[in-house]
């Protein structure tokens, strides 16, 4: 069986490791040919997780077509904002009932539609499109280390395919009915780690970053009910699991972003010229405005850390605003 893998950053990279170690032949689809090229002569990622070599199975390629040539499914992994004009890229070779799935996390920018129903705009038939996300940071998946994560979609054949495909003993999928809850949930854990990382970064302690990662469930829970989906996702993989995964592990980008640059007066350019890697809570904290106008859901630190990254916001000038906000039922709006 062949699985194509669009994208060839950490995340995509793991992922084909994961496919290829059960012996499913993975095409892997890169923009740069040095990146191509060290995988089909070194076995190994020249840019990203440049320290595992991957299995014999897992090839590259910079051609859209050659990667999903023959595929039986397709897995795409670029960044968010890339989302609509990766499936512009590859609809042109895909079958009509080829089963896909999306692994990147956002919401895209000015329309607000979650990332599986951009694909499913713009290559049709949505029952064959589905999400995968998860507790999963790629430095330890791709070493086989014990991660798990979620599959969800619309169409239970499609995630029932994708659970299956995924699964191995040492990394365990399950299925789940709520997309919108899945999506949002990925979207908002990488603008919380933002902020647990400039809380650290400000030298606040574990307790502050605890009321964090507590009071972006609820403000993901909000969003998650006003859009149609189901609050309960957000205490599962998706939700809770990423959420604290992204936001306690100095493996997490958007905790590191935050911590280590925003909080140390840097930029997001700083950032991404040094690592050549996305940060997605930044992009997630300007997208999710849009929904959160659309249904009239607070969103307090997710307004705040968008002020802090866009706008240049004074850090504790901000905090204090936090601070001074009435007090609420915990849980209200869900």
Same mark, same amino acid.
């Given at each position: 069986m062949k699985v194509a893998v669009i994208g060839a950053?950490?995340?995509?990279?793991?992922?084909?490791?994961?496919?290829?170690?059960? $012996?499913?032949?993975?095409?892997?689809?890169?923009?740069?040919?040095?990146? /191509?090229?060290?995988?089909? &002569?070194?076995h190994r990622n020249p840019r990203y997780l440049t320290g595992s070599v991957l299995s014999e199975n897992v090839g590259c390629t910079t051609s859209v077509e050659q990667a999903l040539c023959g595929a039986q499914a397709a897995v795409l992994v670029t960044p968010s904002r890339y989302?609509?004009?990766?499936?512009?890229?590859?609809?042109?070779?895909?079958?009509?009932?080829?089963?896909?799935? !999306? *692994?990147?996390?956002g919401v895209e920018a $000015?329309?607000?539609?979650?990332?599986t129903q951009v694909v499913a705009e713009v290559v049709g038939n949505a029952g064959r499109i589905a999400v995968l996300s998860g507790p999963t940071h790629a430095e330890e998946v791709v070493e086989g280390q014990p991660s798990a994560t979620v599959v969800a979609g619309t169409g239970e054949g499609t995630v029932l395919f994708? &659970?299956?495909?995924?699964?191995? @003993?040492?990394?365990?999928?399950y299925a789940s009915d709520?997309?919108?809850? !899945?999506?949002? *949930?990925? +979207?908002?854990?990488? !603008?919380? +780690?933002? /902020?647990?990382?400039?809380?650290y970064g400000m030298?606040?302690?574990?307790?502050? /970053?605890?009321?964090?990662?507590?009071?972006?469930?609820?403000?993901?829970?909000r969003m998650v009910s006003a859009c149609g989906g189901n609050a309960m996702t957000c205490m599962g993989l998706a939700g809770a699991g990423d959420m604290v995964v992204t936001c306690m592990s100095r493996h997490?980008?958007?905790?590191?972003?935050?911590?280590?640059?925003? /909080? *140390?007066?840097?930029?997001?350019d700083d950032f991404e010229s040094d690592t050549h890697m996305v940060v997605e809570g930044a992009v997630a904290c300007k997208t999710l405005e849009a929904l959160s106008v659309a249904h009239g859901v607070e969103l307090p630190?997710?307004? +705040?850390?968008? @002020?802090? !990254?866009?706008?240049?916001?004074?850090?504790?000038?901000?905090?204090?605003?936090?601070? +001074?906000?009435p007090l609420k039922s915990e849980f209200y709006g869900i």
């Open positions: 950053g950490s995340w995509g990279t793991a992922l084909a490791q994961v496919l290829g170690g059960k $012996g499913l032949h993975v095409s892997m689809w890169a923009r740069s040919s040095v990146v /191509a090229d060290g995988v089909n &002569r070194d989302i609509r004009s990766t499936a512009e890229m590859v609809a042109p070779f895909l079958a009509a009932d080829t089963p896909v799935v !999306v *692994c990147s996390k $000015g329309s607000g539609l979650l990332l994708f &659970r299956d495909l995924f699964a191995t @003993e040492k990394f365990r999928t709520d997309p919108v809850g !899945v999506e949002l *949930c990925g +979207a908002f854990k990488n !603008v919380i +780690a933002i /902020a647990v990382g400039i809380s030298g606040y302690g574990d307790n502050t /970053a605890a009321l964090l990662i507590t009071r972006g469930l609820a403000e993901m829970g997490s980008r958007n905790r590191r972003f935050g911590q280590d640059y925003i /909080a *140390c007066g840097k930029t997001l630190l997710t307004d +705040a850390v968008r @002020e802090i !990254v866009w706008n240049g916001g004074d850090l504790r000038e901000l905090a204090r605003e936090l601070f +001074a906000r």
